[in-house]
Structure formats: C-alpha cells, structure tokens
C-alpha cells in the first residue's frame, strides 16, 4: 500500500506498471467540478456517464487544471479501493480511485485525489484508456466558501505554482514554477515582502495575495 505524503500519494513498489497503449487523441474526455462533487465522462463530447465524487479538503485541495491519465493500477490498497487513475500532476502524486470509505462522497474530504464508488471507478477504469484528458474545474485560490489558503514551505499545488509565476514575472524567483514550496521559494517571497513592506516571514498571507493583485 502507498502512503500519502507532502506531495500528495507515493505509489507502492508492488503497483501494477502502467498500461502500454496510450491514446493521444482519446474519444473519451473526463471533467471534474470539485464545488459540485460531480465527475463527468464525455465521448466525442457527449456527455455519457455521470458520477458523485469525494474531492479534496480546503488545505489539501484537488488540483484545478487540465492533465491526463498516465498510469493505471488495481488494487493499491483499501484506502485506494480496487481501481487508480493517475494523473500528471507536476507536484505529486493525484489520481482518481476507489475507497473504503463511501461515506465521504459528495464532501470535501480526501488528501487532494478524486475519490469515487468502488464500483463507478472499476466502471470508469474499464472504459477510459491512457492518455484521456482530465480537465478539474475551478479557481486555483479557492471559491466563494473557501478563500486563499495560507502558504509556506512545504505546500504543493496550483496556488503555489501561481505565486511562483508572480515572483518570476517581478524579477525575485529564479526557479522553476513547480507549485513546490521550497527553500528557493521562500527568499524570493522574503525579499519581495521586505522590498514591498511586508512582515518578511515567507508565508504568504492574503496581505500578500492582495499585494500581488490577486485578491481584492
């Protein structure tokens, strides 16, 4: 069984590999709306199956962009239940998967994956083949329920990934915009905290999303 970590879900060593046909140009397309705990599959952009999800928490949310399924496993573990869909995530470990917890669909309550019935994702698993495009809907810094979550040195995702941007495009980080929180991260933001007047502490704060135009 794999553990969840900082990054999100690390695979076990036993996982099956991944499949070896990959379909550039699928028929099939999936779409997440996290607000809606809704997963919709598309063919040739129809919308043919439709599903109730678990998504991720406020502090560890699922990641709002567009990937694709790169690898496909059975049986990781009873957390994971029967079936994982794993996507392309730059910052870790995401995918779509069973559970041993049915209770939580229709919440907010996984570590950031899509979390679906046992038997929806072995239906899904079945029918959606590598290199299907999943688009995950949303607002990187939240939504009307949830403002911007406070980030520091250890946090991974989309909204670290556009503070990074920010910093980039005004000169103070040299990196790569990875949406990993790493030391590098946090001198750029210091410095830029200090030059515009902030408490340099590297955490960014919704002074800071203000500052950088990102909030109002």
């Not at 910093?167 to 200090?194: E, M, P």
Request: hydrophobic content about 30%.
């Amino acid at each position: 069984m794999g553990v969840l970590t900082g990054l999100g879900w690390t695979p076990p060593v036993s996982a099956d590999p991944s499949l070896p046909i990959v379909a550039d140009q699928s028929e099939y397309e999936i779409e997440v709306y996290p607000q809606q705990h809704r997963l919709k599959v598309l063919r040739h952009g129809k919308l043919i199956k439709s599903y109730r999800v678990a998504v991720g928490n406020p502090a560890t949310p699922t990641p709002i962009g567009e990937y694709k399924i790169v690898y496909k496993g059975e049986n990781w573990g009873p957390s994971f239940g029967p079936r994982w869909l794993g996507l392309n995530v730059p910052w870790g470990y995401y995918g779509i998967h069973g559970t041993n917890k049915p209770f939580s669909i229709g919440q907010h309550q996984s570590h950031g994956c899509i979390r679906m019935h046992n038997r929806d994702v072995t239906e899904l698993y079945q029918m959606i083949p590598l290199g299907t495009k999943v688009s995950i809907h949303g607002h990187v810094l939240g939504d009307s329920n949830h403002g911007p979550r406070d980030l520091a040195e250890g946090d991974v995702g989309a909204d670290v990934q556009l503070i990074q941007s920010r910093l980039k495009s005004a000169g103070y980080f040299k990196g790569t915009s990875n949406g990993k929180f790493r030391s590098d991260t946090t001198a750029a933001l210091k410095k830029y905290q200090r030059d515009h007047r902030l408490p340099p502490n590297g955490v960014v704060s919704f002074q800071v999303y203000r500052e950088m135009g990102l909030v109002e």
